[in-house]
């Protein structure tokens, strides 16, 4: 099984608020069409969901946060999903939409529910999820980034391969000079360790991606302006960073 998410800098424009990138989206899914084994998709907010959460102040941590603004994110990343869904149909894959809520119970993973994510992926459809904002209770909510979710997925269903594609080629030791961290081994690495500059949502990044490596599972960015380097990952052939399964 492979995992894949779709980072929100790079199925939209976050310079500009409720931007897609359509034709981005579109090459995308005409190289995911070229994956024959069973994949589970997850994509990000970006200048959807991202936007209002920042204008609203929601946070990941659970908190009495604006009500309005629980509704609104939730309507912005329905909004986003559909266009995705649509440019997956239009390539003729099968789409098969999750929201985290039919998986997540407040913050807590529903481990049985998770399970039959797998089954659906087998079956040829391809389940979809996003980052969104959760219930929690007591007039609580909370974000749920799809960084987290790709962990989430990772601990219980153990894929092959996970895969972030992102704007960018891959982690820089030095943005600067686009000097590219090649490798790194989840065995010897932490997030406080890595001697770089790595801030806001690519540390988010860093850190699920951390995590899952911890697990034995390798995990590889990629940039999606290249889409090409996302099957070329799953066959193995890789051009971006990888984090080696511990």
Not at 192 to 205: L, N
Request: aromatic share 8%; net charge positive; hydrophobic share 35%.
């Amino acid at each position: 099984m492979i995992l894949i998410k779709l980072g929100g800098s790079i199925i939209t424009n976050k310079e500009k608020p409720l931007s897609p990138r359509i034709s981005t989206i579109d090459k995308i899914s005409k190289q995911l069409k070229k994956i024959h084994e069973p994949m589970i998709l997850v994509h990000g907010g970006g200048s959807f969901g991202h936007y209002w959460s920042v204008k609203y102040d929601m946070h990941t941590k659970p908190d009495k946060y604006s009500l309005h603004g629980v509704s609104v994110v939730k309507n912005s990343m329905i909004q986003l999903d559909k266009i995705i869904l649509d440019l997956l149909i239009k390539n003729k894959l099968n789409p098969y939409c999750l929201p985290p809520t039919d998986f997540m119970d407040g913050n807590r993973p529903i481990t049985k529910k998770i399970k039959e994510i797998s089954k659906i992926a087998q079956s040829g459809l391809v389940p979809v999820s996003y980052g969104d904002a959760l219930w929690y209770g007591a007039k609580k909510s909370y974000i749920l980034s799809g960084d987290k979710i790709m962990s989430i997925l990772a601990k219980i269903l153990r894929p092959r391969l996970s895969i972030f594609v992102l704007n960018v080629d891959g982690l820089y030791s030095d943005f600067k000079t686009k000097r590219l961290v090649h490798e790194m081994d989840g065995d010897q690495v932490s997030i406080e360790d890595i001697p770089m500059d790595v801030t806001g949502g690519m540390k988010r990044k860093v850190e699920e991606a951390t995590r899952i490596s911890k697990m034995g599972l390798d995990v590889f960015f990629v940039n999606g302006n290249k889409p090409e380097r996302i099957t070329n990952a799953v066959k193995g052939k890789f051009e971006g960073t990888m984090f080696r399964g511990a």
